[in-house]
């Protein structure tokens, strides 16, 4: 049975409901709308309410591409609306008292151009009832509306216009300091969470001094592009291409843009650079200063523990949207695959592929693809910023790895992207058409639930459920194997880790996909 429950925030009082042990508010507004005069500016603290005002139902996503919505990937996608009124945030809580319960604030994937915080799937919920925890998920401004960097074409008005979105998130951590408190949150003890894209802007978070003391621990899942951003010279190719593809003159015509025709443009500025997206966070030297995870800048994360970690076979997620009859890879066409994603001649191609192989007899080509092109991509990222964490000193880095392979679509999928999220919400049920659902995937979710949840709570992820787990270093390499029996490794799969990191870095500029 639902209940209505009123809060009082800032600017005005809220209602949301009850049901379950656990306190929803919905659509609660962190910022202004950002359309109009507020394109392309930092966001606006939002406007004074009377009366108590309903947050029962999700706020509107950012503008963003559509993309492909599976039976299998469903639970990720979130059909609300879209505008640039999205600046809302979410709020599940066991109680709203004086509690000072941990707050987690997940920030979602979708790289930095498509995902909201309002998916089923990240459903807080199950999380916050369970951990006694205070969960808060989020929507802020994406690709070109969140990250144009236009103080080339428009100087100083639009000098932070390539962070917009990143600043809205800074927005939404200072919301949760000031606000917190009333759902029974600590806002001195506050996490951020994210996976793929949201793993990134953890990062980033961590690197941003209007940041500095608003989290205090965080986790980044399955991240692959937080090693470095965009520079201002590619933000400001991309930005006066946009201009060019939407016809404005300057940059402040870009602001009277129909949001459709913006939208187009930004796919059409993505296409005419190959599909380098540069619409992302710019090291602009005023909200940004380096790079995260920088050894040569000063470590603004220096208190910051972070749990880190990727996926076996991220790659795999997205053959979902594949036919059936272009899964299978022929040699030729592995060969075509492994030499343009890792970006290497082909005698190394042919080396690389073969010693892969030789550790994974009978392996198909479509599998063999996936797992090293999730190596680059995807665990060899992860593993240098452990590295580079633990280089530091100051609070440690917790490295994983999750093994355990869904049975969904007849394994084909084996440990794909986003595949950690279900179990770290505890929304497995939500998500069984990709993650299955049977006493397996009970007792992992309970194992990741609770890791997940005494890391947030100390910023150590030791718990019952699992063998002692030490500190990443460069020499032990210790890193947590999640799967059926979860247990820490020293240096996993290390012939692979030496191989990988033979080849060229995976650096891009977040290239831009349909189907993430």
């Known amino acids: 049975m639902n209940t209505d429950t009123i809060v009082s925030v800032e600017p005005g009082k809220l209602r949301g409901e009850s049901a379950d042990g656990v306190h929803r508010f919905r659509g609660v507004p962190y910022g202004q709308a950002t359309g109009g005069p507020g394109r392309f500016m930092p966001p606006r603290k939002p406007q004074q309410w009377t009366g108590v005002r309903d947050a029962l139902a999700l706020g509107d996503q950012a503008p963003q591409p559509h993309r492909a919505i599976r039976t299998a990937n469903a639970w990720i996608r979130d059909t609300s609306p879209t505008s640039e009124n999205c600046l809302y945030l979410n709020v599940f809580t066991p109680g709203v008292d004086s509690g000072k319960r941990p707050v987690m604030v997940w920030l979602h994937g979708g790289g930095y151009f498509a995902g909201s915080g309002g998916a089923d799937g990240l459903d807080g919920s199950n999380l916050a009832r369970r951990g006694d925890v205070v ?6 401004r994406l690709n070109a509306f969140g990250y144009c960097h236009l103080a080339g074409a428009g100087g100083d008005l639009f000098a932070d216009s390539g962070n917009a979105g990143m600043l809205d998130i800074v927005m939404a951590l200072e919301w949760v300091r000031d606000n917190i408190g009333a759902f029974g949150g600590d806002a001195g003890n506050v996490t951020i969470f994210g996976q793929s894209g949201g793993g990134s802007k953890v990062a980033v978070m961590m690197t941003m001094p209007s940041a500095k003391g608003l989290f205090h621990k965080a986790i980044m899942q ?40 913006l939208l187009a443009g930004y796919r059409s500025a993505v296409a005419a650079n190959h599909g380098n997206d540069s619409f992302r966070p710019v090291v602009d030297g005023r909200s940004i200063l380096n790079n995260p995870f920088d050894l040569d800048s000063p470590d603004l994360a220096s208190d910051i523990p972070l749990l880190i970690g990727s996926c076996e076979t991220e790659k795999s997620f997205y053959d979902i949207n594949l036919e059936p009859a272009k899964l299978p890879l022929s040699a030729e066409e592995l060969h075509a695959q492994v030499k343009r994603f890792v970006g290497i001649d082909n005698d190394q191609t042919s080396e690389l592929i073969a010693d892969y192989t030789e550790r994974r007899g009978g392996i198909s080509g479509r599998d063999l693809f996936n797992v090293l092109s999730s190596d680059h991509m995807y665990r060899r990222n992860a593993i240098e910023a452990a590295e ?24 084909m999928l ?46 150590n992820p030791n718990n019952a459920r699992l063998p002692d787990w030490a500190p990443y270093d460069a020499t032990s390499r210790t890193t947590m194997i999640f799967d059926d029996e979860c247990a820490p490794v020293g240096d996993p799969k290390r012939e692979d880790r030496l191989k990988i990191s033979a080849c060229p870095k995976f650096i891009s500029d977040m290239q831009w996909s349909a189907a993430a």
């Open 388 to 411: 580079i964490k633990s280089k530091l000193g100051g609070a440690p880095a917790y490295l994983y790895e999750f093994t355990w392979k869904t049975p969904v679509l007849g394994g």
């Open 135 to 140: 969960v808060v998920t989020l929507n802020h």
């Open 222 to 261: 399955s991240s692959s592009s937080h090693l470095r951003l965009a520079s201002a010279e590619n933000a400001d190719r991309a930005a006066r291409q946009l201009m060019r593809e939407v016809g404005a003159d300057n940059a402040d015509a870009m602001r009277g843009v129909d949001t459709a025709a």
């Open 414 to 459: 084996k440990t794909p992207h986003t595949l950690c999220i279900p179990f770290v919400f505890g929304n497995v049920e939500i998500a069984r058409e990709f993650t299955g659902t049977g006493l397996e995937q009970t007792r992992l979710m309970d194992t990741v639930m609770e890791t997940w949840l005494a890391f947030v709570r100390t910023g």
